[in-house]
């Protein structure tokens, strides 16, 4: 896991690599509350953050980003993390072309609790 991270941050513009490793945490995400601990602690908030914001208007960088963040943000915890590392100003990051996807996905995965 460490080794994906790092290589999603040194092939930070690299838009399909990032797809691909947000994809990759997707699926280690939703596995267990393990994993969920091991990505953060790790920096995955760092990751999933820096991806979003290198490619704001990827909407599958932006889904992923999104999904993950929602799943990490059940742990309160995790908020306050998501919140320190700039999780709050994601949502300045909305753009126009991809509006809808972005705030659709912010407020189903992160809502307001951030």
């Known amino acids: 896991m460490p080794s994906m991270m790092m290589m999603m941050m040194i092939s930070l513009g690299n838009a ?61 915890n995790n908020r306050s993390t998501i919140a320190a590392n700039k999780g709050i100003t994601m949502k300045n990051l909305i753009s126009n072309e991809n509006d809808t996807v972005q705030y659709s996905m912010l407020a189903q995965h992160i809502g307001n609790g951030l």
């Open 16 to 76: 399909t690599g990032q797809e691909e490793g947000l994809m990759k945490l997707q699926n280690f995400v939703v596995i267990n509350d393990n994993n969920k601990l091991m990505i953060v602690k790790e920096g995955g908030i760092t990751t999933v953050l820096s991806a979003m914001e290198e490619h704001p208007k990827n909407a599958t960088v932006q889904e992923y980003g999104c999904s993950i963040l929602g799943n990490l943000a059940v742990n309160y």
